[in-house]
């Protein structure tokens, strides 16, 4: 399809779609409630910004080691999950092996689990005294817990299934003649991966990557529990505003626009992803 | 038919709307005649053990259901300011209090508390006392300095001439507890109480009395709260000879008496 022929598309799609809409119209007053609902607490949070302050507060020693260590967090994070959770996605779009429901069901879980309760498992499992950490502890003296290592690890275990399903969807939803036109000239799997299937899913990778990176940065209950706190190693940025409600409403309420701002940002940049008619 | 009705049911959603929207305004501020069945107690993480008896024992007596908030002292003081339904607050400590003080009747002290170096059973570090927190091949736990308990212990290190860098400070005393407990740090400053409440993993460091510091507990009722006459009951129940032997059970010293 080229260029115009989706902008001509796109122009009419509005028409139809108004001549077919059979929705009860009274569906606009808990429609316009669930926005209200939805609206109404970051109209509050700017409505309670101290804008005279705010750079003051941004620029505060302790609100910038918080995001930089937030930054630095969460897109470890990230190349944590690309590094396991992309092979991962191929596997489970692509290769029949025993157990794979089983497999999607465990890679997903972490999406519905309490994040709390993951920390109290990364504890149990990644601990000095845990299942795999006592043996890195007595193997190369490495314990993760109150570590940035460890914060890693937290946003990587809660936010890594986000990845893995966005990339095992576009896996799916592709064209696989392409691959298989690649292969009959002669091209190698590598070759294959390189130049036509990544290219193809490279829209639903970046998806996948913004909402990993947008979960990871959001993290508390997995660190909280997990890694601990503690200013410039584990406290990244929803700890500070945790932290930082209890005494100082005001760094609280900075803190949070910062966030408010960046998961608006991650929205703009899915906007062709997720609304691509508007 | 079906379209009035759903035409209802929306009008009556705005106007419960409107209606939760300018609640707050005109709430009574003084004893309400109303006689809920419940109690809701804001309370100090290390007050949780003591404070569940005492709600038992106040249950089966007044036949009103208590519910408890238990978190640090300042995360309470923080909901309390931001109208949260409590009846009465009880804090770790006087700064909490005085931070609520115009949402709160008259603070009293019911109690007080010392603190104790928590260290894993069988002290497997050897931790004689807060000099031996400096070490840094030591994983020492505090709570932040925000909570009492983090306020109290780096009174208690600063009485002592001693540095410690701590490797997570906790949102809370019993976070504190539960990662000496778990194994993942090797000791913590805590309450003489939260030694007691943490079982058979942990045991506690004296630290002398020159040392040491005495956290004061004030509890005090909501004046927002619409049960006034229970929340005081509550109150008289602590402040009375039962409440007191729960807490001594439990640890806790009487309150100063200047």
């Known amino acids: 399809m080229t260029a115009t022929a989706r902008r001509r598309q796109r122009r009419a799609a509005p028409a139809v779609a108004r001549a077919r809409s059979r929705v009860p119209r009274s569906f606009a007053v808990p429609a ?30 302790r609100v910038l080691e918080a995001l930089r260590l937030s930054l630095v967090c969460s897109t470890g994070a990230v190349a944590v999950s690309v590094a396991l959770g992309v092979p991962l996605a191929f596997l489970l779009a692509r290769v ?28 149990l499992a ?49 064209d696989r003649r392409f691959e298989d036109a690649a292969a009959t000239l002669g091209a190698g799997r590598w070759t294959i991966l390189r130049r036509v299937t990544l290219p193809l899913i490279a829209p639903s990778l970046g998806a996948g990557v913004a909402l990993c990176w947008a979960r990871a940065l959001g993290e508390f209950g997995a660190t909280i529990t997990f890694a601990g706190n503690l200013p410039g190693v584990t406290q990244t ?38 609304f691509p008619s508007a | 038919m079906f379209r009035s009705r759903i035409r209802l049911a929306a009008v009556l959603a705005v106007v419960a709307l409107a209606l939760a929207g300018c609640g707050g305004d005109d709430e009574p501020s003084g004893g309400s005649t109303a006689t ?76 007080s508390n010392q603190l104790q170096i928590v260290v894993e059973k069988g002290n497997p570090k050897n931790v004689q006392g807060l000099d031996d927190l400096a070490n840094p091949d030591l994983k020492v736990v505090l709570a932040a300095a925000e909570v009492p308990a983090g306020k109290y212990a780096a009174e208690s290190l600063a009485k ?19 990662k000496v407990s778990l194994g993942e740090a090797d000791a913590g400053i805590v309450y003489v109480t939260d ?16 040392l040491n ?46």
């Open chain 1, 32 to 61: 316009a409630l669930a926005v209200g609902f939805l609206a109404i607490p970051l109209v509050g949070l700017l409505g309670r910004t101290p804008w005279g302050s705010i750079g003051a507060e941004l620029t505060s020693p």
């Open chain 1, 96 to 123: 029949e092996f025993p157990g794979r429901n089983l497999v999607r069901a465990l890679t997903t879980l972490p999406m519905v689990l309490p994040p709390v309760v993951g920390g109290v498992a990364l504890l």
């Open chain 1, 126 to 174: 990644f601990g000095r005294r845990g299942l795999v950490g006592q043996w890195l502890d007595r193997a190369f003296g490495i314990t993760l817990p109150f570590t940035t290592a460890g914060a890693i690890l937290a946003e990587a275990f809660v936010a890594m299934p986000f990845l893995v399903i966005t990339v095992e969807a576009g896996l799916r939803a592709m």
């Open chain 1, 237 to 274: 940025m929803p700890l500070a505003v945790y932290i930082a409600l209890e005494t100082d409403l005001e760094a609280a309420i900075a803190l949070s626009l910062i966030l408010l701002f960046i998961s608006l940002g991650v929205l703009v940049a899915l906007r062709d992803r997720w």
């Open chain 2, 36 to 111: 809920p069945g419940e109690l809701k107690v804001f309370a100090a993480a290390s007050l949780t053990a003591a404070f569940t008896e005492i709600g038992e024992q106040f249950t089966s007596a007044n036949g009103t259901k208590v519910t408890f908030n238990f978190a640090g002292s300042q995360a309470l003081a923080t909901q309390i300011q931001q109208a949260a339904p409590a009846d009465v607050f009880a804090s770790a400590d006087i700064a909490n209090m005085d931070k609520v003080t115009d949402l709160v009747g008259t603070p009293q002290n019911f109690a």
């Open chain 2, 160 to 178: 002592a001439g001693v540095t410690v860098k701590p490797v997570s400070e906790e949102d809370n005393v019993k976070a504190v507890v539960t």
């Open chain 2, 195 to 210: 030694v007691t409440a943490g079982g058979d993993k942990v045991q506690g460091v004296e630290i002398p009395e020159e």
């Open chain 2, 213 to 258: 510091v005495l956290a004061t507990y004030p509890i005090a009722t909501v004046k927002a709260s619409k049960a006034q006459d229970q929340a005081q009951a509550f109150m008289d129940q602590v402040l009375g000879a039962e409440g007191q032997q729960v807490l001594k059970q439990h640890g806790f010293l009487p309150p100063p008496t200047t």
